[in-house]
T-cell receptor, first 111, second 113 residues
Framework: DSGVTQTPKHLITATGQRVTLRCSPR?????VYWYQQSLDQGLQFLIQ???????AKGNILERFSAQQFPDLHSELNLSSLELGDSALYFCASGRQGYEQYFGPGTRLTVT | AQSVTQLDSQVPVFEEAPVELRCNYSSSVSVYLFWYVQYPNQGLQLLLKYLSGSTLVKGINGFEAEFNKSQTSFHLRKPSVHISDTAEYFCAVSRVNDYKLSFGAGTTVTVRA
């Protein structure tokens, strides 16, 4: 158990809908990272937050957004969903360093 | 930008045999290197990391990796595998002072009795 929690574990929704994925980092970790894992794209970095502020952006679509709240939990919002957005979404957390601890992931299925 | 190539997509191996998973990276700046393991239906777990210092890095579960700057490689090895090592293994790189990870495509290791 990495100490990073993600909810929900599974999510099934229809095209065009909007969903919110939630992540609670390990106690004391200020950084939260979001990654997408899909069969065709592999594991891709989406976005990083550090203590409430956006720190780095990767291959994140404009339809996707994220935020980190004062209690350090983070949410990833995915809107206007397409079939190709079906994937595993991982959250990771870390302190100001290089080790990232991954949560169990949220499996999103868009039908 | 940095990139990672894992040279083998699948590696079948017999129990108690050694295994080597190959990883090459490219980057115009200094990098840090990582190996993660993903067991079925689970998240990623850090096996080991290279930040600086000794080029031979020891990790958890008997794994080790060697950083070779001239060959831009970071191969993972284990001298004797167990059935429980069946998993997908990812090599990852981040630029120094830039914490986001770039992952390779992964290597599926299947250990057979």
């Amino acid at each position: 158990d990495s100490g990073v929690t993600q909810t929900p574990k599974h999510l099934i929704t229809a095209t065009g809908q909007r969903v919110t994925l939630r992540c609670s980092p390990r106690s004391g970790d200020l950084s939260v990272y979001w990654y997408q894992q899909s069969l065709d794209q592999g594991l891709q970095f989406l976005i990083q937050y550090y203590n409430g502020e956006e720190r780095a952006k990767g291959n994140i679509l404009e339809r996707f957004s994220a935020q980190q709240f004062p209690d350090l939990h983070s949410e990833l919002n995915l809107s206007s969903l397409e079939l190709g957005d079906s994937a595993l979404y991982f959250c990771a957390s870390g302190r100001q360093g290089y080790e990232q601890y991954f949560g169990p992931g949220t499996r999103l299925t868009v039908t | 930008a940095q990139s990672v190539t894992q040279l083998d997509s699948q590696v079948p191996v017999f129990e108690e045999a050694p295994v080597e998973l190959r990883c090459n990276y490219s980057s115009s700046v200094s990098v840090y290197l990582f190996w993660y393991v993903q067991y079925p239906n689970q998240g990623l777990q850090l096996l080991l990391k290279y930040l600086s210092g000794s080029t031979l890095v020891k990790g958890i579960n008997g794994f080790e990796a060697e950083f070779n700057k001239s060959q831009t490689s970071f191969h993972l090895r284990k001298p004797s595998v167990h059935i429980s090592d069946t998993a997908e293994y990812f090599c990852a790189v981040s630029r120094v002072n830039d914490y986001k990870l770039s992952f390779g495509a992964g290597t599926t290791v299947t250990v057979r009795a």
